[in-house]
């Protein structure tokens, strides 16, 4: 899956005489499909629903097609909370899983109707504070497992060492306090993986919440309403990688529903995600053209995107397949450095990756960008960065955002003042 691109290469070429390299394209029939797919699988629980993180593709036309699929939103800023709006996702649909929030913010979710889900039991009184002395009606609290859960990994780290959620102790301590406070509804939230590829590791999470669930009902006669069991799924950024078995997952987290949720009188309990990546990831391709080639100790082909367009290569040394279009069936038979023009040295798309020979005006895909691509993008050195393509349905191209430009870049600054500053 890793290496299909959804346009042929005549009509690539021609699209990019309409949109110039480099930029970002969208597929929406696969993104649909595989949202369908997911639901599909989670279809056995009573209550089920997918929050799409808006961080990993902040793109509301991106939101709309997610929110027409049924899909909420996972908020953690201002501008997701805005960005869910435009897109008509709003109230419940919309999960605030945030940390180190201003009240402002808090105030905004409030208003538009989101779950509020607390990183720590010091922001029941900071929420409360911020909301003129009223707790909303709903609140959830993201748990912190610590070393209870193995795992973690380069992204998230280990949980004891993860500044998110509240530990066990607090976690009780905070559903009671809530609920003399007048709270009617609670959720329970964690998420302690990141690019997590083993399907064991979700089922395992579900099995941590599940028992937590149980313990609060027990202890303080609280029915947990529902469980949001985060993001991490991975997905397969190499060929031999397998993506996540989603039905396996959902079994599994079913098997355990059924001993432990509905004997204990908790069900129906909604069993939601806020997953990013493997929702758009493999749908998304960074296009780019091969501008420079040098020959010194290495082979490098210079291309006209660079690190500030998709920042995981040299941020996490992370892997995207990379493919020439038109020479897809070519032998790989040179070595390269896939560079960007950052005036720094992590800029590298690929480092001593095999492809074919690359000639100056090729078209390189940059595969599994689709999440947490564009949205990391970033500045320095004075980069603009690429803008948004979406391949619809239909097959035609629309732009839903433009690419950046100078009037952009320098639009915090007062350029006139600078010629009168002495
Ligand atoms: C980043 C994040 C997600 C989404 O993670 P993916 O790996 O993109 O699925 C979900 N929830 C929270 C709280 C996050 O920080």
Redesign the pocket.
């Known amino acids: 899956m890793s290496t299909y691109f959804p346009l042929s290469h005549d009509e690539l070429v021609s699209l990019i005489k309409r949109f110039p390299t480099p930029f970002y394209l969208y597929d929406e029939k696969a993104i649909r499909e595989n949202m369908r797919a997911f639901t599909k699988s989670f279809s056995m629980f009573p209550i089920f629903r997918e929050?799409f993180?808006v961080?990993?593709l902040p793109n509301p036309y991106i939101l709309k097609i997610l929110a027409d699929e049924g899909c909420g939103t996972?908020c953690?800023s201002l501008a997701e909370l805005v960005l869910s709006k435009t897109a008509g996702i709003t109230g419940e649909r919309i999960?605030f899983?945030?940390?180190e929030t201003p009240a402002s913010e808090y105030q905004y979710a409030f208003e538009c109707g989101a779950i509020i889900?607390m990183d720590d039991i010091s922001h029941i009184d900071f929420l409360k504070n911020a909301l003129s002395g009223k707790l909303p009606d709903t609140l959830c609290f993201?748990y912190n497992p610590g070393a209870l859960k193995k795992g973690g990994n380069e992204?998230?780290g280990k949980p004891e060492e993860a500044k998110?959620g509240l530990t066990r102790e607090q976690i009780f301590s905070a559903y009671e306090k809530c609920k003399s406070e007048g709270v009617k509804h609670f959720g329970l939230?964690t998420?302690v993986?990141?690019?997590e590829l083993n399907p064991d590791f979700f089922i395992d999470t579900a099995d941590i919440l599940f028992d937590l669930c149980v313990e609060i009902k027990n202890l303080l006669g609280i029915k947990i309403e529902f469980v949001d069991l985060?993001?991490?799924?991975?997905i397969p950024y190499k060929v031999e990688q397998k993506a996540v078995d989603l039905d396996y997952v959902a079994s599994g987290i079913k098997k355990l529903y059924d001993k432990k949720i509905v004997p204990n009188d908790l069900s129906p309990l909604g069993i939601y995600?806020?997953?990013?990546?493997?929702?758009t990831?493999p749908y998304g391709y960074l296009v780019a053209r091969a501008i420079h080639e040098k020959h010194i100790w290495r082979e490098y082909i210079g291309v006209d995107a660079s690190m500030a367009d998709l920042m995981r290569p040299g941020m996490y040394g992370a892997y995207h397949e990379i493919t020439v279009s038109g020479k897809e069936h070519m032998p790989k038979e040179c070595v390269y450095d896939i560079v960007g023009s950052l005036c720094e040295n992590c800029d590298k798309f690929a480092v001593q990756r095999k492809l074919p020979k690359i000639s100056i005006g090729d078209i390189l895909i940059i595969h599994d960008a689709g999440?947490?691509g564009r949205a990391m993008g970033f500045n320095y050195n004075g980069k603009l960065r690429c803008g948004e393509l979406l391949l619809r349905e239909d097959r035609s191209v629309v732009e839903i955002r433009r690419r950046e430009t100078l009037d952009d870049y320098f639009a915090t600054l007062n350029m006139e003042g600078v010629q009168s500053f002495r």
């Open positions: 929050h993180a961080k990993a996972d953690s999960m899983t945030s940390n889900n993201r992204i998230i998110y939230h998420m993986a990141s690019n985060g993001g991490g799924i991975g995600w806020e997953c990013g990546r493997p929702i990831g999440a947490h």
